[in-house]
């Protein structure tokens, strides 16, 4: 797919290792590389962005603005949208639809199977669960992607990473990313293309698709993508004007690399401290690990079926003594439908708070930040030393399943052990 | 970035030093760059971060600025005046975006192992290398035609600059449309 989709954006040479210039369908950026796109964008001499239609906007990482400075970052965005005609501007409270940036742009209809979306933010991969080369740069990048439409790249190599059997209780897309970062680590995937197969990838519904891609940068991949299939169209078709064509590798695809991990009745697993790619079973947790801060969100896991999995952990019980959760929905339209389903309820009644959505705790911004010592089990992608707060803080990922169990046991448990394996989300 | 000769101390880092360890999250609310480079490489050792003095030359290991894309990395190392970084091999995003800001960063498995802490090294691209008081020498790996003629057009920001004008001499310039 990695071929198809870079030849249809301008890359003449599709070989690996050639460079060219790839057309974009679409440029984001977030206040932060935003604030520094627009200081080379004028430095560049470029009046006008290539074109409004095509560039989005999301203020999500310091949002709501957490100080002066960070108020003027997104103040600085706004009047940009404003002067050029961007529509596709968000920032928390100010619309009826606003999020984080990877939940929020699909869920708006912007991403579509076989488009190059290169974004200010590593975790613009995650576009690849709609077989979108979505692909993380910097802010010069950008710069250059409003001016021309274009960015430079190079043509990655592809490793297909297929996932062999059928999954256990409680796992999810998140377990399986994990999985495969803590098979070839955190620079396993560098500059690669990953496309991931398999019946557990093809049985994920879109949002577990999201966690699996949103995470290939943690291996540093350059992208990550699943076939847009059935499941893809489907979930497209309520979100664009057309039902979008789907996207498979062509018959007899070669692959640079192939990697195959057996997940046949494999349970949910977690990266321990301070690496994404320091990954063992739940099981093998140091006995007895309390978790002062529980943080479900981000954009790799905030969406409607994390929240409804950790429903399911907290319905009927309470927050462990001495442990706290913070909810942060992905978007607002998540929230709200976490709302129509009595989710939030369930997490406020159990004794968690609700975040706006919003970046927050997950880089160390705001909304959750760990003190000197203390433990957090986290949905999010990075745990690198210092991520969530104080540098001797620790951070533990996992899925929803496994953050709703620690928040009710007050330290890290398999889910079955607070809830009897049921009907999966 | 200069063909000079270009003369530094090493300061030697480890693997996967990540880019909220070059400038930690926090600061992102920072945006001139005198303020970031204040606190380069913070989030990896506090202790480090403040003996740091202009001209050093990092020398890291394998996976260089990997983790967020964050452009605050590279130009917090600019801001302090560090003279290049030298690694084993760099994250992606990290490496383009040295390149376009018009960081040196040199990627040799051969200097990153071999460097010693504090030593004087002077690097000379015009003829290819490394050389340590101390530490012996080290060829530089030749950098691929692209990425050689953004940095011979000093970065990404004049690269673009030039194609807008040759757009815009065109008459069909991004400049402009509607």
Not at chain 1, 57 to 66: L, N, S, Y
Not at chain 2, 23 to 33: K, M, Q, V
Not at chain 2, 69 to 81: C, D, T
Not at chain 2, 144 to 162: D, E, H, N, Y
């Amino acid at each position: 797919m990695t071929a198809q989709i870079l030849e249809r954006h301008g890359i003449e040479d599709g070989r690996p290792g050639a460079f060219g210039l790839a057309r974009c369908d679409l440029v984001m950026v977030n206040e932060i590389s935003g604030v520094l796109a627009l200081e080379a964008l004028a430095q560049m001499g470029a009046q006008r962005v290539f074109d409004p239609s095509r560039v989005a906007i999301v203020c999500d990482h310091f949002v709501p603005a957490k100080d002066v400075r960070s108020a003027d970052m997104i103040s600085r965005m706004r009047r940009f949208a404003r002067e050029q005609g961007i529509e596709n501007f968000w920032e928390a409270g100010g619309t009826r639809e606003a999020g984080i940036e990877h939940t929020l742009l699909p869920e708006q209809g912007l991403v579509r199977p076989g488009d190059f979306i290169p974004g200010g933010d590593s975790h613009t991969c995650t576009y690849g669960a709609f077989a979108a080369f979505g692909t993380g740069m910097g802010s010069t990048d950008m710069a250059a992607a409003l001016a021309l439409g274009e960015v430079w790249i190079k043509v990655p190599e592809t490793e297909r990473v297929q996932f062999a059997g059928t999954p256990g209780a409680f796992t999810t897309g998140k377990d399986l990313i994990l999985a495969y970062i803590g098979r070839v680590g955190v620079a396993g995937a560098t500059y690669r293309a990953l496309e991931f197969d398999g019946p557990a990838v093809s049985a994920l519904g879109i949002d577990g698709r999201l966690a699996l891609c949103n995470m290939a940068v943690e291996a540093g991949a350059k992208t990550g993508l699943v076939a847009a299939d059935a499941t893809t169209v489907a979930w497209l078709a309520e979100r664009l004007d057309a039902p979008p064509a789907p996207l498979a590798p062509a018959p007899g695809a070669v692959y640079e690399h192939h990697t195959t991990i057996d997940v046949d009745g494999m349970g949910p697993l977690l990266a321990m401290p301070s690496s994404p790619g320091n990954v063992v079973a739940v099981g093998d947790a140091p006995a007895g690990t309390h978790v002062d801060q529980v943080y479900v969100g981000n954009c790799s896991n905030g969406t409607m079926t994390d929240l409804r999995q950790l429903a399911e952990m907290l319905r009927g019980h309470t927050v462990a003594r001495g442990t706290r959760l913070i909810v942060v929905p992905a978007t607002q339209r998540i929230y709200r439908q976490a709302l129509a389903e009595g989710l939030v309820e369930v997490i406020l009644e159990a004794g968690g708070m609700m975040s706006p959505p919003t970046c927050g705790a997950c880089y160390g911004g705001q909304n959750g930040i760990l003190g000197a010592g203390e433990t957090a089990i986290a949905t999010t992608n990075r745990n690198f030393r210092g991520r969530m707060g104080h540098r001797d803080s620790r951070v533990f990922l996992a899925n929803a399943y496994v953050a709703g169990a620690a928040a009710v046991a007050g330290e890290i448990v398999a889910p079955g052990a607070v809830a009897p394996p049921g009907a999966p989300a | 970035m200069s063909a000079g000769p270009l003369r530094g101390r090493v300061v030697r880092l480890g693997d996967d030093v990540d880019t909220d360890a070059i400038i930690p999250g926090p600061y992102l609310n920072l945006t001139d760059p005198a303020g970031l480079g204040e606190h380069l490489l913070e989030g990896y050792d506090p202790e480090l971060s403040r003996r740091i003095a202009p001209g050093d030359i990092l020398v890291a290991g394998e996976n260089f600025g990997c983790g967020s894309s964050r452009e605050q990395a590279p130009v917090a190392i600019l801001a302090r005046g560090v003279g290049a970084v030298i690694a084993a091999s760099y994250a992606r995003i990290f490496l383009r975006n040295a390149i376009n800001l018009g960081l040196l960063a040199i990627e040799s498995r051969e200097a990153s192992a071999g460097l010693l802490e504090g030593d004087a090294v002077d690097i000379d691209l015009a003829q290819g290398v490394i050389a340590g008081e101390r530490s012996g020498s080290f060829a530089v790996p030749p950098t691929p035609p692209f990425v050689a003629q953004i940095i011979a057009q000093g970065g990404l920001v004049p690269w673009v600059r030039r194609r807008l004008e040759e757009r815009s001499a065109a008459g069909g310039g991004v400049d402009h449309e509607p």
